[in-house]
């Protein structure tokens, strides 16, 4: 009874994120409909003390600053949880759907908020005998102050919480973090930004089986198609 009300409990809470993420994209597209809206692109390597892999996302800057788009990632990973129990050699894939909204727009500081929202599918392709598969809804939440630095950088601080609901096999909360982030990008022209952030912090999911800390990082370009190289990332 105890594990189903804590269940219940991570599903209200998955359920109002969700929704908050919904309202906060409908208000940013309603807000900024009459304004022009920029495409951005990115591509990154990504690498954690779990595993590496690759990732994409294509989405829309408009004036004030908001951005809203979908990312899709994939990822080998040395070792995974799925169903609660451990499994070696594991591949990822997941897609998204994200918004930016800034908060705050000074002459060299932007504060921003973004959320995003999708599903990540698991599959063990090391040998384990159960629980092959497991798909997961995931949910982050993320605070992110950008800096200018000079006439070519753009300096990125923050904290993010992370949010993962395991729907299958099992219904269980399989991730929740909770880690700083800093990053620094340089501009190599009028519309491509390169950069780099590392994350690090802590997690814990499956009755602590899967507490652990995390350190992950990613190496990316964006193209910020007319609009300025120093967006935020």
């Known amino acids: 009874m105890l594990l ?4 219940q409990h991570e599903r209200r809470r998955l359920a109002a994120l969700i929704l908050a ?6 208000g940013a597209a309603e807000a900024r409909a009459s ?3 920029a495409p951005v692109f990115g591509l990154a390597a990504l690498g954690s003390n779990s595993g590496a892999g690759l990732s994409a996302d ?3 800057r408009f004036a004030g600053g908001q951005q809203l788009g979908i990312a899709l990632a994939s990822e080998g990973l040395w070792t995974a949880h799925l169903g ?3 499994a070696k050699g594991v591949s990822a894939s997941e897609a998204r759907a994200f918004t930016l909204l800034p908060l705050l727009t000074a002459r060299n500081l ?3 908020l973004r959320l995003s929202s999708g599903a990540r599918y698991l599959r063990d392709v090391g040998g384990l005998e159960t629980h092959r598969d497991a798909l997961r809804s995931t949910t982050e939440l993320a605070l992110l102050a950008h800096v200018r630095l000079g006439e070519r950088y753009l300096l ?6 992370g949010f993962d609901l395991e729907l299958s096999p099992t219904t269980s909360l399989a991730d929740q973090s909770q880690s700083l982030s800093v990053g620094l990008g340089r501009t190599l022209g009028a519309s491509t930004l390169l950069y780099a952030h590392v994350d690090a912090g802590g997690s814990y999911g499956f009755d602590g089986d899967n507490g652990k800390a995390i350190v992950r990082g990613a190496l990316g370009l964006r193209f910020p198609l007319g609009g300025d190289a120093r967006t935020a990332f």
Do not use: I, P, Y
């Open 110 to 112: 932007e504060l921003d």
């Open 156 to 161: 990125r601080t923050g904290v993010l919480l």
């Open 21 to 26: 993420f919904s309202v906060a994209s409908l």
């Open 84 to 86: 609660g129990q451990v």
């Open 58 to 60: 294509a989405g829309l």
């Open 4 to 7: 189903a009300m804590t269940n």
């Open 35 to 37: 304004d022009s809206a």
